[in-house]
């Protein structure tokens, strides 16, 4: 029903930035909140951000607010997520995924629980 395409992954400079983007594919979509989550080596999948349908509500991780941001393109079908000043502890596994809520402005849990339909994982390495 819906497809999540993740791509952006690579390796940066701590300081340096990066940019990941998430296509949605399907027959139709619309009315899902998006978001994005991370896993670093040895450690639980955490979120990260996350975007209404509207686009008019977000939601970071403490660790990243001021760092990164999220947007999305519902003409196109894209997310994407800006990050900056990146540091070595961002180095992980970036996923994307999509949870349809009730109103444009909805906005899940910050849990993998909220999350109905998951993209593949991009690596992110950010060197010191």
């Known amino acids: 029903q819906v497809l999540l395409r993740v791509s952006g992954g690579g390796l940066v400079q701590a300081g340096g930035s990066l940019r990941l983007s998430c296509a949605a594919s399907g027959r139709t979509f619309s009315g899902y909140a998006m978001g994005w989550f991370r896993q670093a080596p040895g450690k639980e999948r955490e979120f990260v951000a996350a975007i209404s349908w509207s686009g008019d509500n977000t939601d970071y991780a403490d660790s990243v607010k001021g760092r990164f941001t999220i947007s999305r393109d519902n003409a196109k079908n894209t997310m994407t997520l800006q990050m900056n000043s990146l540091k070595p502890e961002d180095t992980a596994v970036y996923y994307c995924?999509?949870?349809?809520?009730?109103?444009?402005?909805?906005?899940?849990?910050?849990?993998?629980?909220?999350?109905?339909?998951w993209g593949q994982g991009t690596q992110v390495t950010v060197s010191s």
């Open positions: 995924a999509a949870s349809y809520g009730t109103t444009s402005s909805y906005l899940p849990l910050p849990n993998i629980k909220g999350y109905a339909y």
